[in-house]
C-alpha cells in the first residue's frame, strides 16, 4: 500500500484564512439569545406530515416513562485531532490553489483527520462491554453508531427518558426536563465522545417544499402532454432553457457517468417517475433507495418525488441516483447527511439536500459539539471531491416556524445550507418570455399568498465568514445562500405525484409545487452535467462549488455567470406576527442574502469551471532493464506524467512468503509533463537482510508503483505495480 512521503507541504492562498470557528464557540447575538429562549420556552416540536412543513414548537402530551427496553439508535461524535482538515478541504476546492483539485479518498481522510485508532478501539470497546448493540465506526472516523435500551441510555448518560404524544399523535422519546444536550457522558467515554445524538427522537428536519398555485399560470412557452403541461406550472423545457441545461443537454451532456444522492424524509413511486419522464419525453436514471436506519422504505411521499422528477429532468442521463431515506429525528438526519460518504463504490460527485433546521433548533437538538462534527464530517467530504447542496428554506429570513408553518418572528436561517461546505439554494420567482429566456426575475416571496413562504436566506448566528465570501458578504458571518433558482409557487413546477400525501380526495397527480426544495436538486443536476463535462475535458469535477461562484460574482464577466436579482425582499414579518418588518433581507446589485450572487447560467459556468478545473494529470511507469539492485543499493524507475506533478516511486519488497517491507525514492517536481528516472534507495540495514537472504537462496521480488504526490505529501493517482526480481543479482 502507497504510504505518505515526508514532505513540506506548500503553502494555498487559502492557507492563511482562518479555519472554521467551532459551531457556537462565540457569544451568540441578542436576537438569536432571545429566538433560543423561544424555543426552549416552547414546547417540544412535531412533525406535520412529510410535504407540510414540520411544526417546531408544537404542544405535547407527556405519556409517562419511556420503556426500557425501547430501542434508541445513537449518533456519538468522537474526539479528533482535526487540525488542518478544514485548510485542507479549503486548498483543494479554491481556484489558484497549488492543490486545488488533489482530492483524497475517504478512507485516507478518516485515517489523517478521523479519530485515533486508540480513541476508536476504546469508544467501541466500552460500548459493546456495556451492552450496546450495532457498534461500528463510520467511514469518517467521526462517529460512533449503537443501539441501545432506554434503560441502558438512562443510566450510561443520567437522561431520565420519557415518552411524549404531540397533537398529530405521532409519538417520541425525549429526556424529561433537561435539553437533550445536557446529558453526561459516562468517565469511560469522557474524552473519547464528545457529545451525544439520539436520545430525543422528536421529528425536527423539514422539508423545504410547498403545494404551488395553478391560479397564476406559467408564462413562456409550455411542451409535454397535455395533462402535464395543464397544470399551469412550468414544464421542463422552460427551466431547462431558462438556466442554460438545454445547449448542454444538446451536445449530449446529460450526466452520464455521474452519481447524484438525495437525502429524502419519504419515498417515492417508481411509476410516478415515469408517468411524468413519458409526459416530458425524458428517460428516468437508475434509482436506488437506502434506508438509513429503517426496518423498511418510507411511504411514496410529494419531497421524494419533486426531488426525483427535477433532477430527472435537469440530469436524466445520470449513471445512477441514490436516494437516502430517514426519519426527521435528529440523529437519523445526521446519519443520513454522511451516509453518501459510507460506501467508496457508491460515493457520489453531488449530494442533493432538501431538508434542514433553524440554525437554533439545530443548535438546542445536537449541541455545540455535534454540530462541529457534522462541520468536520461535510469538510471531509468536500476534501474528496463531493459536492452539497442544501434547500435554504421556505421561511424567508425568519427559518424558525410554528407548529402551522408559520415563521417566528425572528430572524434564523436554515442549517446545513449555512455550513461552509455547503451550497445555499434560495428561491426566485422568474417571468420568461416566449423563448422561455428569463426576462425578469425578483426574490421569490409568497408571504401574501401563503404566510411566511419565501426564500430562506439572512445571516448565520452560528458560523463565521468562510474565505470564499471576503471581498463579496459585509458581515463577519457565513451569508445565505450563495445562488438562487426558480421556487415560487405562483405558478411553481408541474410535477406528478400519486401518492396520498400529494392527492386529497378528487385532487388530480398532476399539479404543481415550488419552494426552494425544488431548486435544490434542479441545480444539483446542473452541477452533475458540469461535472460530466469536466471528465470529458480531463479535468478534476467540481467538489465544494462555492470559491468558484464567488470568484465568479467578483469577476468582470460577472453578468455573463449569474443573472442577478436586484428587486424583492424575502422578509416575510409583514405578513406573520405583528406585522413588523423583520429588517432583512432586500435584493441589491450583486451578492444579497435575500438571492444570493442571483441564478447560475449553466453553459457559461459550465465553460468557465473547464478553463479553471485543473487536468487531471496521469502517470505511468516502466522499469530500466539490467538492473543490479543489490549492488546499486536501489532499484531505479522512470516515472512519466502527463502534466505538472510532484512524482516519485515506491517498492513493496517481499523476501519469500515473508511479509513486505516498503522501500520509497524521493519525490521529484516537474513544472510540465515530463519524465524522471528516481531512484529507490535501500537503507544499510535493509540492504544487510537482503544479501542475506540472496546468500540462503531466497526468492526476492519487488512490486515497484509509480505515484503522483499532493502538495501535502499523500498519494494522488499511482500506477499499477510492476514486479522486479531482485534475488540472484
Not at 492562498?13 to 429562549?37: D, F, H, K, N, Y
Request: hydrophobic share 40%; glycine share 12%.
Amino acid at each position: 500500500m502507497a504510504a505518505r512521503w515526508c514532505v513540506t507541504a506548500s503553502r494555498s492562498p487559502s492557507a492563511s484564512a482562518p479555519p472554521v470557528a467551532e459551531v457556537g464557540r462565540r457569544a451568540l447575538p441578542a436576537a438569536a439569545l432571545a429566538l433560543l429562549v423561544a424555543l426552549l420556552a416552547a414546547p417540544a416540536a412535531v412533525a406535520a406530515p412529510p410535504t407540510a412543513r414540520l411544526g417546531q414548537t408544537a404542544r405535547i402530551a407527556k405519556l409517562g416513562a419511556a420503556p426500557p427496553s425501547q430501542p434508541l439508535q445513537l449518533v456519538l461524535p468522537l474526539r479528533a485531532d482535526l487540525t488542518g482538515l478544514q485548510r485542507f478541504a479549503l486548498a483543494v476546492t479554491t481556484p489558484g490553489s497549488p492543490q486545488y483539485g488533489q482530492y483524497e479518498p475517504i478512507a485516507r481522510l478518516a485515517r489523517r483527520f478521523g479519530a485515533s485508532a486508540a480513541t476508536r478501539a476504546r469508544a467501541l470497546g466500552y460500548l459493546r462491554r456495556v451492552g450496546a448493540t450495532g457498534v461500528k465506526l463510520d467511514a469518517t472516523g467521526l462517529f460512533a453508531d449503537a443501539t441501545l435500551g432506554t434503560g441502558l441510555a438512562e443510566r450510561l448518560f443520567a437522561a431520565p427518558l420519557a415518552r411524549f404524544r404531540a397533537q398529530d399523535g405521532s409519538r417520541f422519546v425525549q429526556p424529561a426536563g433537561e435539553a437533550a444536550t445536557n446529558v453526561r457522558i459516562p468517565a469511560p467515554l469522557r474524552g473519547l465522545v464528545t457529545a451525544v445524538v439520539g436520545l430525543d427522537t422528536r421529528p425536527l428536519a423539514h422539508a423545504a417544499a410547498q403545494p404551488a398555485s395553478a391560479y397564476y399560470p406559467a408564462n413562456g412557452t409550455q411542451s409535454g402532454c397535455p395533462q402535464g403541461a395543464g397544470t399551469g406550472g412550468f414544464t421542463p423545457n422552460q427551466y431547462l432553457t431558462a438556466y442554460g441545461y438545454d445547449p448542454l443537454q444538446h451536445a449530449g451532456v446529460t450526466g452520464q457517468g455521474q452519481r447524484v444522492a438525495l437525502i429524502e424524509i419519504d419515498g417515492f413511486k417508481a411509476s410516478d417517475l415515469d408517468t411524468f419522464a413519458s409526459c416530458f419525453g425524458l428517460s428516468v436514471p437508475a434509482i436506488n433507495s437506502y434506508g438509513v436506519g429503517l426496518s423498511r422504505l418510507l411511504a411514496p411521499g410529494g419531497e421524494s418525488t419533486l426531488d426525483l422528477e427535477l433532477l430527472g429532468a435537469a440530469a436524466p442521463g445520470l449513471k445512477a441516483i441514490d436516494v437516502y431515506e430517514t426519519h426527521a429525528d435528529a440523529a437519523s438526519t445526521l446519519r443520513a447527511l454522511i451516509a453518501p460518504l459510507q460506501s467508496p463504490g457508491r460515493k457520489p460527485q453531488v449530494v442533493s439536500v432538501s431538508l434542514g433546521l433553524c440554525e437554533p433548533l439545530a443548535y438546542l437538538a445536537v449541541g455545540r459539539r455535534a454540530l462541529s462534527s457534522v462541520e468536520d464530517a461535510l469538510a471531509m467530504g468536500t476534501a474528496s471531491g463531493v459536492t452539497f447542496l442544501d434547500a435554504s428554506g421556505d421561511s424567508g429570513s425568519a427559518d424558525c416556524t410554528a407548529a402551522d408553518g408559520t415563521p417566528l418572528d425572528r430572524l434564523s436561517v436554515n442549517y446545513p445550507a449555512s455550513s461552509w461546505w455547503v451550497t445555499g439554494v434560495g428561491g426566485t420567482n422568474v417571468v420568461l418570455d416566449r423563448a422561455n429566456r428569463i426576462a425578469g426575475q425578483t426574490v421569490w416571496n409568497d408571504a401574501g399568498l401563503a404566510p411566511g413562504s419565501a426564500g430562506g436566506g439572512g445571516s448565520s448566528i452560528l458560523l463565521n465568514r468562510p474565505p470564499y465570501q471576503k471581498g463579496t458578504v459585509a458581515a463577519n458571518h457565513r451569508g445565505v445562500p450563495d445562488v438562487a433558482m426558480l421556487a415560487d409557487l405562483a405558478p411553481g413546477y408541474a410535477i406528478y405525484c400519486s401518492s396520498p400525501d400529494c392527492v386529497p380526495k378528487g385532487v388530480s397527480a398532476w399539479q404543481t409545487i415550488g419552494g426552494t426544495s425544488a431548486a435544490t436538486p434542479l441545480l444539483a443536476g446542473g452541477f452533475a452535467l458540469v461535472d460530466q463535462l469536466l471528465g470529458a475535458s480531463g479535468r478534476e469535477q467540481l467538489g465544494l462549488v462555492n470559491p468558484l461562484l464567488y470568484e465568479a460574482g467578483r469577476s468582470n464577466a460577472a453578468a455573463s455567470f449569474f443573472d442577478d436579482v436586484t428587486v424583492g425582499s424575502n422578509d416575510v414579518g409583514p405578513f406573520i406576527g405583528n406585522g413588523r418588518p423583520l429588517g432583512c433581507c432586500t435584493a441589491a446589485p450583486g451578492y444579497d442574502e435575500a438571492s444570493g450572487l442571483g441564478s447560475v447560467n449553466l453553459t457559461q459556468f459550465a465553460q468557465l469551471a473547464v478553463t479553471t478545473a485543473p487536468k487531471i494529470v496521469h502517470v505511468s511507469l516502466s522499469l530500466p532493464r539490467h538492473q543490479r539492485p543489490l549492488a546499486a543499493r536501489a532499484v531505479r524507475a522512470t516515472v512519466s506524467c502527463t502534466g505538472p506533478c510532484r512524482l516519485a516511486a515506491y517498492a513493496d519488497v517481499a523476501i519469500g512468503r515473508g511479509r513486505a517491507f516498503q522501500v520509497k525514492s524521493r519525490p521529484r517536481s516537474l513544472g510540465s509533463a515530463g519524465r524522471r528516472t528516481v531512484a529507490i534507495s535501500f537503507t544499510g540495514k535493509e540492504l544487510r537482510r537482503l544479501r542475506s537472504a540472496r546468500a540462503h537462496h531466497q526468492r526476492i521480488r519487488a512490486k515497484i508503483f509509480g505515484v503522483i504526490l499532493t502538495g501535502y505529501g499523500y498519494v494522488l493517482r499511482q500506477t499499477r505495480g510492476q514486479t522486479l526480481t531482485i534475488g540472484g543479482l
